[in-house]
Nanobody, 129 residues
Framework: VQLQASGGGLVLAGDSLRLSCVAS????????IGWFRQAPGKEREFVGN????????YYADSVKGRFAISRDNARNAVSLQMNSLKPGDTGVYYC???????????????????????WGQGTLVTVSS
């Protein structure tokens, strides 16, 4: 599976931004797309994920109510809509997919980077105050 993230940029606090992740290759084996971010000097952290069959979404507490993940199955794409952005949201945003095979429906799964095998190249989001 190959993933291509795009849509990052420089925005002001309170603004909105929409990121896109397009998947190609063996997409039929992809059950989950996750979004992570990494700020300078910090570890990569979970933002949210979407279960492609059914569309259930799960979010980190820090973005709940401000961010929304949606899917476009026809384009093999997943979007991350980010509203009410804060300077603390600054970082490189990555989309990722776990390996094919067994799928775990537990909402607590797929929140750690080590659960994912395939990563996009990342797109930089900078929120200025």
């Amino acid at each position: 599976v190959q993933l291509q993230a795009s849509g990052g940029g420089l925005v002001l606090a309170g603004d909105s931004l929409r990121l896109s992740c397009v998947a190609s290759g063996r997409t039929f084996s992809t059950a989950v797309i996750g979004w992570f971010r990494q700020a300078p000097g910090k570890e990569r952290e979970f933002v949210g994920n979407i279960r492609l069959s059914g569309g259930s979404t799960y979010y980190a507490d820090s973005v709940k109510g401000r961010f929304a993940i949606s899917r476009d199955n026809a384009r093999n794409a997943v979007s991350l809509q980010m509203n009410s952005l804060k300077p603390g949201d600054t970082g490189v945003y990555y989309c990722a997919a776990p390996p094919g095979g067994v799928y775990f429906s537990n909402p607590d799964r797929y929140r750690l980077p080590r659960e994912y095998d395939y990563w996009g190249q990342g797109t930089l989001v900078t929120v200025s105050s």
